[in-house]
């Protein structure tokens, strides 16, 4: 944005993050007092009479030689100053990023968006919902597959293809939120091997503080004819990546072809999981839980474990097992301590979700993971006989 009157007018507005804003086409040419209201509004409120675009916009600026974080982050495909060949180049980005508009920064080979908070993604803690950062993370990872990899989900569909949540990892790091503020939202895929398609995530404050990070791990799947879900073999894994490799980080990997359980890309904390409660609660999944697919909607499993333990979680890890529907009836089973809750949700007999949350600042620990995914035959045979499980991640001596 190249307006004369910018620089006197963000005087007024210290905090504000000009990048951060939508800006229209005709910005350029804004009077002082348009540039005000624009800006004081957070980019809601735009002047009814817009002058002309000038005839020459200015030219889009240069992601080398970065002298702040907004330049650091810029939504255009170029590589030292000068625009990659097509041939072995993310496609290029015809604006920078903006609100529902990702970039991709080929230097830093990053998906950037910047996402607003809105009252209602905010808790009574002063941060972002943990609800509200997994459909962030969601809202990029769709938006950058369909207007920049060129794949629809909705084409995948098609193709008896689709890509599915099944484990991921929240984390708050950083201090509170307002109400209008701007996160901007960076995210990474990475192919270590069939089916796993996992996205690194973080998001950063204003002020350019990391607030956020996160994993989430996507499966790329098959449908059946009888629409059973299962993951693709490797040869259809390495087709269908094939293209999309060049948007992958080659300096972080976090996974690998004999190293895929999701556990094993967080440090392990030395000491077991040891709850010091014991409950049982029921949930009924509603349709509001759930997506215009008729299965659960991942980002809602925080909200879902909160009617069945009190507190205000600052991470959880989430394992989607098997397809939960609306109408399903759970029993949730709950093993707790004062930093952080097990949930084992059970339908009938079938284990389909499981999650840990942490409601006291600390990273998530591989020990807690293990105890929502592998340990998890050893936990519920402890929870349905009191046979105490044999194993180092989880210790229930104190319940």
């Known amino acids: 944005m190249q307006n004369p009157h910018l620089k006197d007018v963000l005087v007024n507005f210290p905090d504000v993050v000009p990048d951060s804003l939508p800006w229209p086409k005709d910005a350029d040419a804004w009077s002082l007092k348009d540039l005000e209201i624009f800006i004081g509004s957070g980019g809601f409120l735009k002047p009814k009479k817009k002058a002309a675009a000038p ?16 330049q650091a982050v810029s939504g255009y495909a170029e590589a030292n100053g000068t625009a990659l060949p097509a041939a072995d180049a993310a496609p290029a980005v015809p604006a920078p990023f903006g609100f529902e508009t990702p970039g991709f920064n080929q ?16 808790a009574p803690n002063g941060h972002v919902r943990v609800e509200s950062l997994v459909a962030y993370a969601e809202r990029i990872r769709s938006l950058a597959l369909k207007q920049i990899m060129g794949i629809s989900l909705a084409d995948l569909k098609e193709k008896k293809l689709a890509i ?5 990892v929240v984390e708050v790091v950083g201090a509170g939120i307002r109400v209008l503020d701007t996160l901007r939202v960076e ?8 089916p796993l398609f996992p996205w690194d995530t973080e998001m950063f404050k204003e002020d350019g503080t990391l607030y956020m990070r996160g994993l989430f791990g996507l499966n790329l799947c098959q449908i059946s004819s009888t629409g059973a879900y299962s993951g693709v073999d490797e040869s259809n894994y390495r087709s269908f990546t094939k293209e999309l490799s060049r948007f992958a980080d080659p300096g972080k990997k976090r996974f690998s072809s004999t190293s895929l359980r999701f556990f094993m890309a967080y440090e392990k904390a030395g000491s077991p999981f040891v709850p010091e409660k014991y409950v049982q609660a029921r949930y009924c999944v509603r349709s509001s839980d759930c997506d215009m697919y008729h299965v659960l909607f991942q980002a809602r499993v925080p909200s879902m474990m909160e009617s069945c333990h009190s507190g205000e979680a600052s991470s959880f890890y989430v394992n989607i097992r098997m397809s939960v529907r609306p109408g399903d009836d759970l029993l949730v089973h709950v093993l707790s301590n004062e930093e952080a809750a097990l949930f084992i949700c059970l339908r009938g ?30 936990l519920l045979k402890y929870c349905t006989t009191g046979e105490k499980p044999s194993c180092d991640d989880f210790d229930p001596s104190k319940v």
């Open 107 to 122: 230097e830093k080979h990053r998906f950037i968006m910047p996402v607003r908070v809105h009252c209602e993604d905010t």
């Open 349 to 378: 007999k079938e284990p389909v979700l499981t999650a840990v949350g942490r409601y006291k600042v600390g990273a998530m620990s591989q020990e807690e993971i293990k105890c929502a995914s592998i340990r998890l035959p050893l």
């Open 187 to 194: 995210t990474v895929p990475e192919f270590p091997a069939a």
């Open 55 to 70: 005839s020459a916009p200015p030219a889009p600026p240069r992601t080398t030689g970065a002298s702040s974080p907004e």
């Open 164 to 168: 599915l949540a099944t484990e991921f």
